[in-house]
């Protein structure tokens, strides 16, 4: 598996359920950082988590992150048919990087 | 207050023929970064230029493919005598700064250009 694997690969649920999604990496990191695409567009940044944090909110996002596994989850709450996009991780490995490295990404369904 | 613009949007090219792509970052950013995309894929890493510097193009094929980011004007991707392999969609995104150990490296992205080789 690749640096930065989402999982599920896709995700299907109800408007107002919460949408939980996965990432896995190999390396470690500086930072991991969370972004959205919808269909056919570019790249929308959601959130940044440092190595040295556990835990992030923004709106109704909440990021976590565990070092010790190597993995972070995205926790999308009352979820809205908006949200319906591809979720990426992206992680750079250390201070003074720039490459980032994405995973394929979990496709989220939100039906009406 | 524009983000990162790209255009083309959309490209279409015939096998041979040369692809350009041009990419302007966003108001104060000098750290411009290329990524490709291929079809139910994540974002690939192919070059990362500053001002008239190419920083690390390790991602990007040996061969056809060449990057810059002038003084003045956009940065830009070419891709010589195109092939069918070279049909995705290749993002550019910017930065104001590289991550360190207290700030991360935060890039925004531009819509893309969809480049299909007929």
């Known amino acids: 598996s690749q640096q930065g694997e989402e999982d599920p690969q896709a995700l299907s649920i109800q408007e107002g359920e919460n949408a939980t999604m996965n990432c896995s990496y190999k390396t470690s990191i500086n930072n991991l950082q969370w972004y959205r695409q919808n269909s056919g567009r570019g790249l929308v940044h959601l959130i940044l988590?440092?190595?040295?944090?556990r835990e992030k909110h923004s709106g109704r996002l909440r990021v976590t992150l565990d070092t010790s596994k190597k993995s972070s989850s995205l926790l999308i709450t009352a979820s809205r048919a908006a949200d319906t996009a591809s979720y990426f991780c992206?992680?750079?490995?250390?201070?003074?990087?720039?490459?980032?490295?994405f995973g394929k990404g979990t496709k989220l369904s939100v039906i009406p | 207050n524009a983000g990162v613009m790209q255009n083309p949007r959309h490209l279409v090219r015939r096998r041979g023929q040369e692809a350009r792509l041009r990419c302007s970052p966003m108001k104060g950013h000098s750290h411009v970064y290329w990524y490709r995309q291929l079809p139910e894929e994540g974002l690939k890493f192919m070059v990362y230029l500053q001002k008239e510097n190419i920083i690390d193009e390790s991602g990007m094929p040996k061969e056809r493919f060449s990057a810059e980011f002038p003084k003045e004007g956009p940065s830009i991707l070419r891709i010589q005598q195109v092939v069918r392999g070279d049909s995705a969609a290749y993002f550019c995104?910017?930065?104001?700064?590289?991550?360190?150990?207290?700030?991360?490296?935060?890039?925004?992205f531009g819509p893309g250009t969809r480049l299909t080789v007929l």
């Open positions: 988590i440092r190595s040295n944090e």
């Open positions: 992206a992680t750079d490995e250390r201070a003074g990087s720039y490459q980032l490295t």
């Open positions: 995104a910017s930065s104001d700064r590289v991550s360190t150990e207290w700030s991360g490296n935060e890039q925004f």
